[in-house]
């Protein structure tokens, strides 16, 4: 996704709703082996930075009960966050929502920085412009955790056999 069409979720309602639904689908399914897969509880304090609706985040403070957890993203996520209520109940008593533009700056006040499917979505300036600025967010002994696909290399000559037969 370009920055256009994560502009485009501010304004329009109806496609921020229906690419929700779909991250919370995808989320259903991976969010709860991220939890287990990794002792985040070590930290104390995790910051989720840019996985919008607070449900990694609710799967991580579940699995581990004494992690205090800080949801950041634009302020229209966080709405739709709230809304969501993932972050409700018993875990708003351990976590709280932070306004965060990761291009301009990440919150500082986790000793572990957590970002899932963010940086895949960006070029490799603005990657390494996210990167920096979680750098400097992160404390001398904290740690930047990040989840993104990973995809085997196909050769090409077996793309453009597809693409044949697909087309």
């Known amino acids: ?11 329009d309602p109806e496609t921020a709703r229906i690419f929700d639904d779909s991250m919370t689908s995808m989320s259903e399914v991976v969010d709860p082996a991220v939890a287990a897969a990794y ?3 070590k930290w104390g304090s995790l910051m989720d930075v840019g996985s919008g609706n607070g449900m990694l985040l609710a799967s991580i403070l579940k699995a581990h009960v004494g992690l205090r957890g800080v949801l950041a993203d634009l302020p229209h996520t966080l709405d739709r966050a709230t809304q969501r209520g993932f972050l409700g109940g018993e875990l708003a ?3 709280t929502m932070q306004p965060c533009d990761f291009f301009r700056e990440v919150p500082f006040g986790g000793r572990a920085h957590l970002m899932k499917h963010v940086i895949h979505d960006w070029d490799d300036e603005r990657a390494q412009h996210i990167l920096a600025n979680c750098r400097r967010a992160v404390p001398a002994d904290g740690v930047l955790l990040l989840v993104e696909w990973v995809l085997p290399e196909v050769p090409l000559n077996c793309i453009e056999r597809r693409a044949d037969r697909w087309w």
């Open 1 to 11: 996704m370009g920055m256009e069409a994560f502009e485009n979720l501010k304004t």
């Open 39 to 41: 002792d985040f509880g």
């Open 93 to 95: 008593l351990r976590s």
